[in-house]
């Protein structure tokens, strides 16, 4: 009973260059929350996506970000043109269909995105 | 935008004291979390609490909810090695039905006394 899956792990990207990150829930989960983390942070949240929606993305930037759940495959994070100021540590949490509370959100390990 | 205070921001312990740490806020949550987070590791929660003056344990850990709905704590008796981490607290308004806006702490780092 796998839990949240995230990859790669760590990336490293140069200036100008495409990160993406993969997530994939808890199997059964249909909700998707996407989080970031800088050093010596809290967590920051970004996105909530269900299958082939977007639910509410007030905590992503306007710009270079963007973020995706189809209806077969991984939740993916997009940053195009990263800048140094990307790195940092993303997380994917994931619940089911009806959650009525926070608690059944499951956190990934997370990716760690180091920009040259 | 809104902010929890979490404090302190670091401590050492030695193993079998209690710790305690809390969170403050000047907006009113409808749920509290506690999480902990290892070293390259995603959170793991500990507690939810969702009732104002909500006392919830869960073994040596103990959570309180506070009346006014700004505030939480988190108490550990006895620590052991293990406790080691950084625990963060976590805030909830539950609006819209969008369940996943947590705004998070900063953190409290717990180590062990040299």
């Known amino acids: 009973n796998a839990g949240v899956m995230q990859n790669p792990r760590h990336l490293v990207r140069r200036r100008g260059q495409e990160a993406r990150l993969r997530c994939s829930p808890v199997k059964g989960h249909s909700h998707v929350y996407w989080y970031r983390q800088l050093p010596e942070e809290g967590l920051k949240f970004m996105v909530y996506?269900?299958?082939?929606?977007?639910?509410?993305e007030s905590g992503m930037p306007k710009e270079r970000f963007s973020a995706e759940f189809p209806k077969e495959g991984p939740s993916i994070l997009r940053i195009q043109q990263v800048v140094r100021g990307d790195s940092a540590a993303y997380f994917c949490?994931?619940?089911?269909?009806?959650?009525?509370?926070?608690?059944?959100?499951?956190f990934g390990a997370g990716s760690r995105l180091t920009v040259l | 935008g809104q902010q929890l205070n979490q404090s302190p921001q670091s401590m050492f312990i030695q193993e079998g004291e209690d710790v305690s740490m809390n969170c403050t806020s000047s907006s009113i949550f409808n749920t509290w979390l506690w999480y902990k987070q290892d070293p390259g590791e995603g959170p793991v929660l500990l507690i939810a609490?969702?009732?104002?003056?909500e006392l919830t344990s869960n073994g040596r850990l103990t959570a309180q909810f506070g009346i006014t709905r700004k505030d939480s704590f988190l108490n550990i008796s006895a620590s052991i090695p293990s406790d080691v981490g950084i625990y963060f607290c976590?805030?909830?308004?539950?609006?819209?039905?969008?369940?996943?806006?947590?705004?998070f702490g900063k953190g409290t780092k717990l180590s062990v006394k040299p």
């Open positions: 609490l969702y009732k104002a003056g």
């Open positions: 976590a805030g909830q308004m539950n609006y819209g039905g969008s369940q996943g806006n947590l705004i």
């Open positions: 996506l269900q299958k082939e929606n977007i639910i509410d």
């Open positions: 949490a994931s619940s089911p269909l009806w959650s009525s509370g926070a608690n059944v959100l499951t």
